[in-house]
């Protein structure tokens, strides 16, 4: 049996990883900027991740949701307090995808309406409701095709207020910011405006912090850089540092009922270990703090770069819109200085780096970079 081919792979295996450093089979070391789309949040292989999971598998890997876990709500506890979200309720599912599909049934339970609002280069996943709300046509079968989707621009409070207008809408689903897009921000006046609309109009607010969140920016989520504060948040990539798990948090004003949500290997063992070892990690080390600090960092080293047409983003969501004469630099940044970077279309570099990356780590970055540019 063969692999189903649907990923343009570099001839590069990793099979090693501390922190921001890989090795491939052949003993090549790498420099990891992207922590394979954002996920490795607190380092490859970081020590008290690795032993607080080894401790876990020893003891039990899996059991049903038909049973207690207390991991669950230890989980959900400490997400409350170091997220600011401490009065919502948990969730939890096992990708980004399932986040937002879950987040989508919930607000369209809630409300008794079927429409969703997103917006112009949105992605918000591959199953069947979250690649709907996708503004990608290439990912959408026919049976994902539905009237109950409809798109406005990113940041055009008059187009979201005229479709809103129209009525039945359940909820509007925005990135933190536009990740797969190329690192697009809301503005602050429009984040804050759809807060307003949604509660005009008697929808939901949904911010989709998968690869926004978890300290990315700077802030916890990103849509706290301008004091909003959504009805149901989403979150997946950086929650486990690797290990497969998705989360909602769902506002108090929602009510659950028994069978509304389910999922048969959503908040087992391993995962609800991987997330608070991760959550640990980010309190002890500071690392929000050092999102912050390195990402200033690299916006500064940016600044007036010959090679650089816009720098997007905050913190460590960066996105590196390329003049034209430097589009393919990302190819020789990995197989002639060795450091994996992320894209968005040929035109744009994303820096997705662990949240522990070092002052020194991202100054060899911009070193390189300047070789190959000058």
Request: negative net charge; contains cysteine.
């Amino acid at each position: 049996m063969n692999l189903f081919d649907v990923y343009p792979l570099w001839d590069i295996e990793p099979v090693k990883g501390l922190d921001t450093t890989l090795w491939d089979k052949n003993g090549e070391v790498y420099t990891d900027l992207y922590g394979g789309h954002a996920v490795i949040s607190v380092g490859h292989c970081h020590p008290y991740y690795v032993q607080m999971l080894s401790e876990q598998l020893g003891k039990l890997g899996f059991y049903s949701n038909a049973v207690q876990n207390s991991l669950q709500k230890e989980l959900a506890t400490k997400l409350g307090r170091v997220s600011g979200y401490d009065d919502y309720a948990l969730f939890l599912c096992n990708s980004g995808a399932e986040a937002n599909e879950n987040a989508l049934k919930v607000a369209s339970f809630h409300t008794g309406k079927a429409k969703v609002l997103a917006f112009r280069k949105a992605f918000h996943g591959r199953t069947s409701g979250a690649v709907a709300a996708t503004d990608n046509p290439k990912i959408q079968a026919p049976f994902n095709a539905t009237q109950n989707i409809v798109f406005a621009p990113l940041n055009d409070l008059e187009a979201v207020d005229t479709e809103l207008s129209r009525g039945g809408f359940a909820a509007v689903i925005i990135e933190g910011i536009q990740g797969v897009a190329g690192i697009y921000e809301p503005t602050n006046e429009f984040i804050n405006g759809l807060r307003t609309l949604c509660d005009k109009y008697g929808c939901l607010l949904i911010l989709d912090e998968i690869q926004s969140g978890y300290g990315r920016t700077g802030k916890f989520f990103a849509h706290q850089h301008y004091g909003v504060r959504a009805d149901i948040v989403t979150t997946a990539k950086g929650m486990a540092n690797g290990f497969p798990i998705g989360g909602v948090l769902i506002s108090p004003e929602i009510k659950p009922g028994y069978g509304m949500l389910g999922t048969t290997f959503g908040g087992n063992h391993l995962a609800c270990t991987a997330a608070i070892a991760v959550l640990d990690i980010i309190e002890k080390e500071n690392l929000v703090e050092n999102a912050a600090k390195i990402g200033e960092y690299f916006k500064e080293a940016f600044a007036g770069d010959p090679a650089v047409k816009e720098y997007r983003g905050k913190g460590l969501m960066i996105g590196l819109e390329l003049n034209e004469e430097y589009v393919g630099l990302r190819n020789k940044l990995l197989f002639e200085k060795h450091f994996f970077t992320g894209a968005a279309g040929a035109g744009v570099i994303r820096l997705l780096p662990s949240l522990t990356i070092s002052q020194e780590t991202a100054e060899s970055f911009v070193a390189a970079w300047r070789e190959l540019t000058k």
